[in-house]
């Protein structure tokens, strides 16, 4: 609809008459595009507002029109251009002295780093716009620079900090009519809980307090972003059934609105949704074969006695056979996404957060991007000293972060991603590898280990998930050939 009226406005012989009025209508028309992602378009209406803005002589508005051109080439990944255009402008800015703007291409310089993941970056830009804020003294434009710091940290995973930045936020704005940043600086907060796994009915609480606030001041914008967040609390928790309702319905209405975020948001809750499932589908399978295994050993003593107990041997075990092979699928599955102890664990129950836990968390996030990253467990001479030294602290505190942040001990840390890597080599190579290989390149020091670490970890023996393995193999070939 916008974009039919300011169409047909740039055509009007009103518009042909008066270069002010044309000029804010091509630059409305091109905000149209953006808004349709309709890039190409939007880049010809914004640089017919700049042709039109020099013809006035109108510097303001010829920058305002630079400023949304250069928004544009960053989110559309011409960042280079971006950011040299957003650094003349600061320029320019700068001998005019013109703060507002100043602080508003910081911002900006601040979301492209972000989108490059280019942490140091980002919070430099975003912590020099709030500093011109402060020095103009714009309280709403502080509060929205922190939202965009604690919403830019989050997506850095770099939750204890953003949830610091949540708290400067709801501060700055406690006495202040900032309702609407305060939602949203709560949903960024209850987002933190999701994300980390750290406190799932906190966040839930949080999360209908939301809902119930931004209804009662008919807070419409933000009512999209809520059912994001409860659909990944729905993921988080297990309730599938309310989470295939609701994540169906916001991707259609995300699509339906041309929204870039509908892949993301696909992409970012299928992964926890299926990894969620995986697990609870794993722990169950896992029970149940402990269980067959300890009938089989029971049953097969009373044999010896009770003949007809075969017959119940033979039955449980084909059960067994089963409940083994569906457990080797989840472990192949398993195999191919990051280990359970990749997930941090923030220890955080509250807005309130100290600086000890704070920097334990921050630690904690620093070891799991080294083990993700750099693989040092593959290392069979890979120890708490040595990663200590890596990182620079002292193994005591170390060991501490991933004690408390990670729910664990370092030596199960480092056993749970070679297990992860042996269960990938194994499904990748087959009988290609000798377990003594495997075991290797896993990072064990000898078989034994590999062997016992194997079966607590996975409920197989790498023998039996390499024989399971095969099989399916086999069978999947067998299928082609028909």
Known sequence: ???????????????????????????????????????????????????????????????????????????????QKAVDGFRNLLS?????????????CHLNLSSIYLEKWKR???????????????????QYGIVSALVNKAEGLAQMKA??????????GLQRCEDLPFGELKLILKLVYASNRLRSGSDLDEAGKILDDISRSAEEMGAE???????????ILYARTGRFDEFIESFGGIVKEMESENQQSARRLYEEVQAIYENEKLRKEQARLFEDV??????????????????????????????????????????????????????????????E?????????????????????N????????????????LNRSERYVSQAINKMGKTNFNRLVVRYRINEARRLINIHGERLTMNDVAEQSGFSNRISFYRSFREETGLSPTEFLALSLRNEDSASAGAAD
């Open 1 to 79: 609809m916008a974009e039919k009226h300011f169409g047909e406005a740039v055509a009007s012989e009103y518009a042909l008459g008066n270069r002010n009025f044309s000029d804010r209508c091509w630059n409305n028309l091109g905000i149209a595009y953006d808004k349709q992602n309709r890039w190409s378009e939007a880049k010809d209406a914004y640089y017919q507002s700049v042709k039109i803005a020099e013809q006035n002589g109108d510097s303001s508005s010829v920058m305002q029109s630079y400023i949304n051109i250069y928004k544009l080439e960053g989110r559309y990944h011409d960042y």
């Open 92 to 104: 320019y800015f700068g001998r005019n002295s013109d703060t507002a703007y100043i602080a508003l």
């Open 120 to 138: 140091s970056e980002f919070e430099y830009h975003i912590n020099e716009a709030l500093r011109w804020y402060e020095y103009t003294g714009d």
């Open 159 to 168: 939750y204890s900090a953003s949830d610091e930045v949540v708290k400067e």
């Open 221 to 231: 914008f933000i009512g999209l972003k809520l059912r994001e967040e409860k659909t």
């Open 290 to 351: 402990e269980e067959q295994r300890i009938w089989i050993i029971t049953l097969v003593t009373l044999l010896l006695v009770m003949l007809v107990a075969g017959v119940i041997i033979i039955r449980l075990f084909f059960r067994l056979q089963s409940r083994t092979r569906s457990l080797f699928y989840v472990n192949r599955e398993l195999a191919m996404s990051k280990p359970a102890a990749a997930e941090p664990s923030p220890v955080s129950s509250g807005l």
């Open 353 to 373: 957060t100290d600086d000890e836990d704070s920097r334990l968390s921050n630690l904690y996030e620093m070891i799991l991007v080294r083990m993700e990253q």
């Open 375 to 390: 693989k040092p467990y593959l290392d069979a001479g890979f120890s708490l000293q040595v990663l200590s030294q890596t």
